[in-house]
């Protein structure tokens, strides 16, 4: 059986879906996002996507036909028809559309579709961590748009990232700020953890506010982690005790080298292995095994 989607208050196949070459979403890359992931089946934290959904569509002044209700029972709804295709013991991806159409349309589009997790990938960032490369493209200012505008304009983060493969052909991009402190890794949030139980983020006002990154603040306190809102220039990282990324899709994996310098330690008790295992905890899914079982 096919998997189905959503465009504009219809389910459809998902082979059908697709989007007017005339729709302000693809000539202006002005298309607002979110990107959500199942535990057993439940979509995680969907309110808090929803309303950041909405700032989103507040900043762009889009305002679609669908409620933002509509939208969340659609969306419950998607991932149930779809979830019962998977393998046993998977879970999915989802990912929300918002564009203002075409230029003669009077209503905006609203797509929503589902993909199963990457597993393999998943299981090998948990297993040996990832690399990354500093770019030279840096992270839009604020006097382009907002930092919590979740947008799909990401050419900055394609460019980092042709570049940081061409430095290191498995590494992905880390990008600065405009004043050349830590911003974000291309579509995930970065960390570091200091000695004295510090775990410290990038300033908000520089990053794009993680769903992921806020879960991780919880759980870094409930295992006794202080978490602070700091400046973060390449050189404290490169000196952090580790390195760690935060998105949807994997929760929280570390980083093992930055510029090809190994960074952050090898232990087994890491930091990272102690969020994992809050996480777990947090949403009854032990994350690693399922990794390792479907990837």
Not at 67 to 74: G, H, M, P, V, Y
Not at 132 to 161: E, G
């Amino acid at each position: 059986m096919e998997q189905v989607a959503y465009y504009n208050s219809e389910f459809i196949n998902h082979s059908k879906l697709s989007i007017d070459v005339k729709d302000l979403g693809f000539i202006m890359g002005t298309t607002v996002t979110e990107r959500l992931r199942t535990f057993a089946g439940k979509l995680f934290e969907l309110d808090a996507h929803l309303q950041r959904l909405q700032e989103s569509l507040d900043i762009v002044n889009l305002s679609p036909r669908q409620s933002l209700q509509t939208i969340k029972d659609a969306a419950v709804s998607l991932v149930a028809k779809n979830h019962a295709l998977l393998r046993s013991q998977s879970d999915l991806g989802l990912t929300i559309l918002v564009t203002p159409g075409t230029s003669t349309a009077t209503d905006c589009t609203v797509i929503m579709y589902t993909n199963e997790l990457p597993f393999s990938q998943i299981k090998q960032w948990y297993r040996e961590g990832v690399a990354l490369q500093v770019s030279d493209h840096r992270q839009i200012p604020a006097n382009c748009w907002p930092s919590k505008l979740k947008c799909r304009s990401r050419m900055h983060y394609y460019l980092a990232d042709q570049q940081a493969r061409e430095k290191q052909a498995d590494a992905r991009a880390l990008l600065l700020d405009q004043n050349g402190n830590v911003a974000e890794a291309s579509t995930a949030n970065v960390l570091i953890y200091e000695q004295d139980d510090r775990l410290i983020s990038p300033k908000p006002e520089q990053i794009l506010p993680g769903i992921s990154l806020s879960v991780v603040e919880i759980l870094a306190k409930q295992i006794g982690l202080q978490f602070s809102w700091e400046d973060i220039s390449i050189e404290r990282l490169l000196k952090a005790n580790e390195v760690l990324l935060c998105s949807t899709s994997p929760c929280v994996w570390t980083v093992r080298h930055c510029n090809g310098s190994s960074v952050g330690t090898s232990s087994q008790q890491t930091v990272t292995g102690k969020l994992q295992q809050a996480w777990c905890s947090h949403v009854g899914v032990d994350l690693v095994a399922q990794a390792n079982l479907l990837g």
